[in-house]
């Protein structure tokens, strides 16, 4: 049983069943996360990696109860309040600062361990990087905090290219920062900046027409969860209008974005499952310090280079972890 729901589960299909029937006395994480099951298949194999080196097997010796709020942050904390009914022995919030903002705010008893995009001492989320307090702890990836550098990337993969355009979430809680930092780059490259802001999927698409009539050359797409459960149609937009386009993980190179430039997220993911684990031993999150990122992906899709008729410089080639041809 536990098996073929764990299958159902990464194919996106998992029912809410209710957690006595499932659990059957084993202690039970609960993992909320903004993003949704399908786009979440290799960093959730990454969170049980992490939990498996701890010494824990979900069906074996613990049960995970999932939530997804697919995209929708405004779901996020009567997730977080389900979940904390439950009593499970761990709250896992994944998927953004939105998601560890509404597990903080729906307990302060149950252990948690986030995975975040920014600051989270400026977030609220814990005291001190070294010692967090209360009952709050986790990772954090600062892909956010990259959005220059992946425009000065663009800026060298396409230097004949004068407009840029950026896709920004303005329902993410960094998205501000976000525009800020854009805004203050592209002068000093010497580029034209249009924003578009898209929070939900009518928006997106009225994005998608308006990066269209701006005549852009290229294309930024800023850290967000939301536009993580959306990047095959944020990818065929950029592959249908000829977009050179630079996203924030690999996931977007390996399904056909021409860039990805960010921490791994595979790795912060195992992370969070190596803090669950080790607080299911008896660890308290106040003693165990957040977690940085230390692996950094960027890789270019040769192919479609290709495609779009771009010749990668051969310095960007030079930098690249790895190539997809």
Do not use: C
């Amino acid at each position: 049983m536990r098996r073929r729901e764990f299958i159902s589960l990464i194919g996106g299909a998992a029912a809410a069943w209710p957690l006595a029937a499932r659990a059957q006395a084993l202690p039970v994480i609960g993992f909320m996360s903004a993003r949704s099951p399908e786009d979440t298949v290799q960093v959730l194999a990454a969170f049980h990696k992490g939990l498996g080196d701890g010494g824990f097997v979900d069906g074996r010796n613990v049960s995970v109860e999932y939530r997804w709020a697919r995209g929708d942050y405004g779901r996020l904390p009567a997730l977080a309040a389900e979940l904390v009914q439950q009593r499970v022995i761990v709250l896992v919030a994944t998927g953004g600062d939105a998601s560890a903002r509404a597990a903080k705010e729906a307990t302060t008893t149950i252990p948690i361990v986030f995975n975040a995009g920014t600051d989270p001492i400026k977030a609220g989320l814990v005291k001190s990087f070294n010692r967090p307090g209360g009952n709050v702890t986790g990772s954090i990836i600062l892909s956010e905090e990259m959005e220059q550098k992946r425009f000065d990337i663009l800026r060298e993969m396409v230097p004949d290219v004068t407009i840029f355009g950026a896709m920004v979430n303005p329902n993410y809680p960094p998205s501000a920062d976000q525009v800020r930092d854009l805004e203050l780059a592209a002068p000093k490259i010497g580029r034209q900046l249009v924003v578009a802001k898209a929070g939900n999927d009518s928006e997106l698409e009225a994005v998608f027409a308006t990066l269209s009539s701006a005549r852009i050359g290229a294309l930024l797409v800023a850290s967000d969860p939301y536009f993580d459960t959306r990047r095959s149609r944020i990818i065929a937009f950029a592959a249908q209008h000829r977009l050179p386009a630079i996203y924030q993980f690999r996931e977007y190179a390996v399904e056909g974005g021409l860039i990805s430039y960010g921490p791994s997220i595979t790795d912060a993911y195992r992370q969070v499952g190596m803090y669950a684990a080790r607080i299911l031993k008896g660890e308290r999150p106040a003693d165990l310090p957040v977690l940085q990122p230390t692996k950094f992906d960027f890789v270019i899709n040769l192919k479609t280079a290709k495609t779009l008729g771009i010749s990668v410089p051969a310095t960007l080639l030079a930098r690249a972890d790895e190539v997809i041809e």
